[in-house]
């Protein structure tokens, strides 16, 4: 691979061995054979499993960017619970906060009562905030997911708006529940479900490489905000004022899909301006995923409303809605949960956050991101089944597409579902956890950790080498 890319790349028996193993399976890729627990979890866990249909292992323990499933076989994780595992698999300072808690006795389970390990988080949240933001703004702890915050997000615009409708994106996820499902681009999940909400209107998103327009990146950004101008002032656009709009800066589901800066710029501009709150879900890009601490940060924006879970838990259920203090006009009990008060994941995640802060893991991703951007651009060039390489910081997504394949109604290359999970298989084998997402599944993603060094991103590159040319061989 070396001879292919121009950065040195460093081989797979170079890189630290975990666990104290040496086999090499990237020259002896694993054979994913079954074992007992996973036929037990084919028999008794549900039908809507999904990660374990595409990712065949059982864990044992993890360190790190790696983990070491039952039968010895180690992987690296570049899935990473979601984007849940900023700092890694069982870093010394999330384990240590754990620890602390337990020692000292404090209560694991506090509903929305107070404590000193809830005080200590909320004031570190906060100084991580923009100061524009964190003067006024107010907290609600939600229940332990991101989806349930953004029910609370979305009670919390329509209460204080008094509006019912809000505004979402093509290609949008923001959770799995019934609520959050109304919101979701994705058809197949809302598919098989009746009687979902009303009053969401969908805004196409500025997906450069497949415009929803037809047009190239420049003119596909314009036209996409001068539809967004059209839908919130022209009187006969069918759409009532709407409660809020919904966006993810960079979307992970939908594809790895990041905005442009000039387009949130525009978008901020435009719901200022119309008096319609901008609520930011930052479940996945937050925490210096993207390169910076918040992924609105590349734009210089400011939202009403910021939606926040995954790391900010670190590794542990948690999230939060944090907004401007104007909006806080729901009654007291509006939104509730029992798990709200989870101070085990309080303390990692202030431990998780102090320390993103003081290594500034955010600046990091950044180089880290672009070094292994740049080796998936290379071999771009060798492989033409990948269409795009695009991501923001260590949120990477690599499209593949079929180049002798029929085009779209728009002229654009057909999505190559099978070839992104064939290769997903192969890097599976050859010790690396990647997953798939975008339209049609044909998006490869890496999420890895914000810890990992050169030299493992040179490996993970490697590794994503050798799939392809084992996928290229049975083409």
């Known amino acids: 691979m070396s001879s292919v890319l121009s950065l040195p790349v460093t081989r797979a028996s170079d890189t630290e061995e975990p666990f104290g193993r040496r086999h090499d399976a990237l020259r002896q890729p694993y054979q994913l054979t079954t074992n007992p627990l996973l036929e037990r979890q084919s028999a008794r866990e549900s039908s809507a499993r999904s990660y374990p249909r595409r990712l065949p292992i059982a864990l044992k323990r993890g360190r790190g960017i790696y983990v070491e499933d039952v039968e010895g076989r180690v992987f690296i994780d570049c899935l990473a619970g979601a984007g849940t595992l900023a700092l890694g698999h069982n870093h010394p300072v999330v384990v240590q906060a754990i620890q602390q808690v337990l020692r000292d006795e404090i209560p694991l389970h506090?509903?929305?009562?107070?404590?000193?390990?809830?005080?200590?988080?909320?004031?570190?949240?906060?100084s991580l905030l923009p100061p524009e933001f964190a003067k006024d703004a107010r907290i609600q702890f939600c229940g332990p997911t991101g989806a349930d915050a953004?029910?609370?997000?979305?009670k919390l615009v329509k209460i204080a708006t008094g509006r019912q409708t809000i505004l979402s994106f093509h290609g949008a996820y923001h959770?799995?529940?019934?609520?959050?499902l109304n919101l979701m681009g994705n058809l197949g999940p809302k598919s098989a479900i009746g009687g979902l909400v009303s009053g969401v209107q969908f805004l196409p998103y500025p997906y450069e490489y497949r415009s929803p327009f037809g047009l190239d990146p420049n003119a596909t950004m314009a036209a996409s905000l001068h539809y967004i101008e059209t839908v919130l002032s022209d009187p006969e656009s069918g759409v009532p004022a709407p409660a809020g709009m919904v966006m993810e800066i960079v979307q992970g589901e939908g594809g790895v899909i990041p905005a442009p800066d000039a387009w949130v710029r525009g978008v901020r501009?435009?719901?200022?301006?119309?008096?319609?709150?901008?609520l930011v879900d930052e479940v996945q890009s937050g925490f210096g995923r993207t390169g910076k601490m918040f992924a609105f940060e590349h734009s210089g924006i400011v939202p009403d409303v910021l939606v926040l879970s995954k790391a900010i838990g670190g590794s542990l259920p948690l999230s939060v809605v944090v907004y401007r203090g104007e909006l806080d006009q729901w009654r007291p009990g509006a939104h509730a949960g029992t798990f709200r008060g989870n101070q085990l994941a309080m303390a990692a995640g202030s431990a998780t956050l102090r320390h993103i802060r003081a290594e500034r893991l955010h600046e990091h991703a950044e180089r880290m991101g672009a070094r292994l951007r740049g080796y998936l651009a290379h071999l771009q060039r060798d492989h033409a089944c990948i269409g795009d390489v695009r991501g923001r910081g260590l949120m990477i997504g690599m499209e593949m597409i079929d180049p002798d394949g029929a085009l779209d109604a728009l002229g654009q290359p057909s999505a190559a579902p099978a070839l992104a999970s064939r290769l997903q298989q192969a890097c599976l084998q050859r010790g690396l956890i990647l997953e798939l997402g975008g339209r049609h599944g044909s998006?490869?993603?890496?999420?890895?950790?914000?810890?990992?060094?050169?030299?493992?991103?040179?490996?993970?590159?490697?590794?994503v080498a050798a799939g392809l040319e084992a996928v290229a061989r049975h083409l």
Do not use: N, S, W, Y
């Open 175 to 180: 959770g799995m529940t019934q609520g959050t």
């Open 150 to 154: 953004i029910e609370a997000a979305l």
């Open 443 to 463: 998006v490869v993603r890496l999420l890895p950790p914000l810890i990992v060094t050169e030299k493992e991103v040179d490996h993970i590159a490697e590794i």
């Open 110 to 126: 506090t509903l929305d009562l107070t404590t000193p390990v809830k005080d200590e988080f909320v004031e570190t949240l906060f």
């Open 269 to 278: 501009e435009i719901t200022q301006r119309v008096g319609v709150p901008l």
